[in-house]
Structure formats: structure tokens, C-alpha cells
């Protein structure tokens, strides 16, 4: 019998099976939400150029900018906390005991695509932090042996057409990746609209009352420049480890032992289980850390 967090003896509770369909579909529609809303965006956005001063004037001079560019963010960032909660569901209750391999490795797949599709956003501000971003970003894929260079030139070229590639994986790669991984569960989940519904409605809502995050001009003088807010793990440890370690192997354990629980011959062992979630655990902790650690450091280091 197998016991986890949601199961009791008598199996999966309706609570839980709803719960984790619920998940499903608000991460589904916030992607849908976030999808929509950049291509309005996409519209007035040019990767080229003084990409900052142009957001800029996307957001406050045109059209109901500033709408769409708040729900664009809310929705992305719901889009990634509802695919990890989604996740943590699945990996709790051990749902991949019961689902085909090649069903539970696109599942994992496009969770793992959730993030670089929000980091590529987070570069296209073009302000400081965006420029940071994308120079952390090639320079790790540097650091990856054999296969680096190139795939550092496929994520970023430096000089004029810096925002370009990012554009191209945030806007084209990496959503057809995902709408693609998730094969036949978008299309169960496009039956789902009520809470589709709802979360458009809360979202709008929001956009009204919610700020967002301020640009920082790209040749402003300031400390404690950071990525989003999922990667402040990873720039603490840059502090202190090697950017291979620290920058590639780290994040890619945890994701590459999700991935290995597609397989029998490791899904049978429990320990191997429970070792995943002592890793993704001590990821978080180290995440919490960084969150009050990098603001500390950032006014010692100014």
C-alpha cells in the first residue's frame, strides 16, 4: 500500500484527486492568461534598440500597457507557482507509480521549461536587472563542458541584439515546448474553464491595485542588483561555489531525480523518493536564506 501525504489507506480522497485537478488547471490557465497577454504586448515590443526606454513607453504611453503588462507578469508568475504546487502534489502522493514513463517525463519537463520561460521574461525588461540576468545566464551555459559555447550563443548574443534570442525562446521556443509536452493534458484542461475564468477575473482584478516591480534604469549606480526571485538561491551559493556547481549541477539535481522516478527500477525504491524530497527541501531552505541574506550582503558589499 502506498502511503503518502494525500493518501489515506482507503487510497486517493476526492479531496485530494480534485485538489491536485484544481492545481492542474490554474497552472494550464495562467499559462493560457500569460500567453495571451504577451502577444498583445509583442505587438509594441522591440528586442533591439534601447529596449528599456521602449518598455517604458509601452507601459505608461500606450493603450492599456501598463494593464496588460501587469497581467502578463501575475499570470506568468501564477503560471510557475501553481506548476510547482501541481508538482509537489504529484510527488507527494506518488502519482508516477501509476502513470506511463513518457507521461511523467514530459509532466517534469515542462515544469522544468516553466522556469527559463519566466527568467527569459525577466531579461526582456532590458533595465539593469534584466541585463544582469541575461549576462548571469550565458555565462553559466559557459561554464557547461563541451557543449557550453554553443549553447551559450544559443540562449544570448552580446552587443546590440542582447534582448533578441531571449525574445525569440520567451516568445516562440519555449511555449511551443510546453504546449507540446503537456500533449493530452492541455486538452482535458481546455474543457476546465470555470476556474480559467475566475483566476482571469481575479488577475484583472489585481492589476488595479498591484505595482509592479520598479525598473532600474540600465546605468544606474545601485547594489544588490538580483534575478527573479526563484534564482536567489542560486546567486547566493555564486558567492561562494563554482558557477558549474553551484550554477548548473545544483539546480539540475533535484530536476534530474524527478525525471529518474519515470522508471520502475528507481521509483521502487522508496529511499530514492524520499531522497528527492530532502533535496527539493534543502533547495528551499537555501532559497529562504538567500532571500535574507542577498539584501544584507548587497548593503555591506555598497
Known amino acids: 500500500?502506498?502511503?503518502?501525504?494525500?493518501?489515506?489507506?482507503?487510497?486517493?480522497s476526492f479531496f485530494s484527486d480534485r485538489f491536485g485537478r484544481s492545481l492542474a488547471i490554474l497552472s494550464w490557465w495562467a499559462f493560457i492568461i500569460a500567453l495571451?497577454?504577451?502577444?498583445?504586448?509583442?505587438?509594441?515590443?522591440?528586442?533591439?534598440?534601447?529596449?528599456?526606454?521602449?518598455?517604458?513607453?509601452?507601459?505608461?504611453?500606450?493603450?492599456?500597457?501598463?494593464?496588460?503588462?501587469?497581467?502578463?507578469?501575475?499570470?506568468?508568475?501564477?503560471?510557475?507557482?501553481?506548476?510547482?504546487?501541481?508538482?509537489?502534489?504529484?510527488?507527494?502522493?506518488?502519482?508516477?507509480?501509476?502513470?506511463?514513463?513518457i507521461e511523467w517525463l514530459r509532466l517534469v519537463s515542462a515544469f522544468f521549461l516553466s522556469?527559463?520561460?519566466?527568467?527569459?521574461?525577466?531579461?526582456?525588461?532590458?533595465?539593469?536587472?534584466g541585463i544582469f540576468a541575461g549576462e548571469v545566464m550565458v555565462n553559466l551555459a559557459r561554464e557547461i563542458p563541451i557543449v557550453g559555447a554553443g549553447l551559450a550563443m544559443?540562449?544570448?548574443?552580446?552587443?546590440?541584439?542582447?534582448?533578441?534570442?531571449?525574445?525569440?525562446?520567451?516568445?516562440?521556443?519555449?511555449?511551443?515546448?510546453?504546449?507540446?509536452?503537456?500533449?493530452?493534458?492541455?486538452r482535458r484542461l481546455f474543457l476546465e474553464k470555470g476556474l480559467g475564468l475566475l483566476l482571469l477575473v481575479i488577475l484583472g482584478v489585481l492589476t488595479f491595485f498591484y505595482q509592479l516591480p520598479p525598473d532600474i534604469p540600465p546605468r544606474a549606480e545601485?547594489?544588490?542588483?538580483?534575478?527573479?526571485?526563484?534564482?536567489?538561491?542560486?546567486?547566493?551559493?555564486?558567492?561562494?561555489?563554482?558557477?558549474?556547481m553551484v550554477g548548473i549541477l545544483w539546480p539540475m539535481t533535484p530536476i534530474s531525480f524527478m525525471l529518474a522516478l519515470a522508471f520502475p527500477l528507481v521509483s521502487s525504491f522508496r529511499q530514492f523518493w524520499i531522497l528527492t524530497g530532502i533535496l527539493w527541501v534543502i533547495h528551499l531552505i537555501v532559497l529562504c536564506v538567500a532571500w535574507f541574506l542577498l539584501p544584507i550582503l548587497a548593503g555591506v558589499s555598497g
Open 1 to 12: 500500500m502506498t502511503c503518502s501525504f494525500f493518501q489515506s489507506q482507503g487510497g486517493s
Open 36 to 101: 495571451v497577454s504577451g502577444i498583445v504586448l509583442s505587438f509594441n515590443y522591440r528586442p533591439w534598440g534601447n529596449v528599456y526606454l521602449a518598455l517604458s513607453k509601452l507601459t505608461y504611453q500606450f493603450p492599456y500597457g501598463i494593464f496588460f503588462r501587469k497581467l502578463h507578469y501575475l499570470s506568468g508568475q501564477c503560471f510557475l507557482l501553481f506548476a510547482l504546487a501541481h508538482m509537489s502534489e504529484h510527488f507527494l502522493r506518488r502519482t508516477f507509480l501509476h502513470m506511463k514513463p
Open 115 to 129: 522556469f527559463p520561460l519566466v527568467f527569459t521574461g525577466f531579461i526582456l525588461k532590458g533595465d539593469k536587472e
Open 154 to 186: 544559443l540562449l544570448l548574443k552580446p552587443g546590440e541584439d542582447f534582448f533578441l534570442r531571449p525574445y525569440l525562446h520567451h516568445t516562440v521556443t519555449l511555449p511551443l515546448l510546453v504546449i507540446f509536452l503537456l500533449g493530452g493534458h492541455r
Open 222 to 244: 545601485i547594489a544588490g542588483i538580483t534575478g527573479p526571485w526563484f534564482f536567489h538561491g542560486i546567486q547566493l551559493l555564486l558567492r561562494y561555489g563554482s558557477p558549474l
